[in-house]
């Protein structure tokens, strides 16, 4: 089995798949209002496709093997995640048209709080936590995981272990 290493993640090295905003930690230059209370606007943008609207829902992982198993992408929809307390471990792969490319899927440690905005296509799965038990925040377009997901099982021989 291939081994990848999880590398931490910048707005540099995640732009072939998406964007990301450090949303627990914001910067002044989205702030409105200062202290106490200051609101942090358009932080990261998701435009969807569809007209449905955005849903939120949440994500339990719990710890396993970080060993990538299956890969799915999304069309037309872009979709968010946000680990919430927990820092977690997330794959890509370069959206293709539809055919899984196990060996060009990368790996991600992603800090708690921030958010993460994959394009249109990219090859991921479900994120691995890396100290517990955790939730990420998700925001899809309502009923996205039954009209515009394509998940694929990989085969043993693809399967793809991680490394911290």
């Known amino acids: 089995m291939k081994t990848i290493h999880a590398e931490?993640?910048?707005?540099?090295?995640?732009?072939?798949?998406?964007?990301?905003?450090?949303?627990?930690?914001?910067?002044?230059?989205?702030?409105?209002?200062?202290?106490?209370?200051?609101?942090?606007?358009?932080?990261a943008l998701a435009p969807m496709a569809s007209a449905a609207p955005a849903a939120f829902g949440s994500l339990k992982v719990g710890k396993r093997p970080m060993v990538i198993e299956d890969v799915e992408y999304h069309s037309f929809t872009v979709e968010v995640m946000m680990p919430m307390d927990d820092d977690m471990v997330l794959y890509a792969g370069p959206a293709n048209g539809g055919t899984p490319e196990p060996e060009k899927l990368k790996a991600f440690v992603v800090p708690a709080g921030t958010l993460v905005v994959f394009r249109a296509g990219v090859w991921h799965g479900a994120p691995y936590p890396v100290?517990?038990?955790?939730?990420?925040?998700?925001?899809?377009?309502?009923?996205?995981?039954?009209?515009?997901t394509k998940k694929i099982l990989l085969e043993q021989a693809d399967k793809i272990a991680v490394e911290i």
Do not use: K, Q, S
């Open 8 to 43: 931490p993640i910048t707005a540099e090295n995640w732009a072939p798949y998406g964007y990301l905003a450090d949303i627990a930690n914001p910067d002044g230059a989205y702030a409105l209002g200062g202290e106490p209370v200051a609101f942090h606007r358009d932080m």
């Open 131 to 148: 100290g517990r038990d955790a939730t990420v925040l998700i925001c899809l377009p309502e009923r996205t995981y039954l009209n515009d």
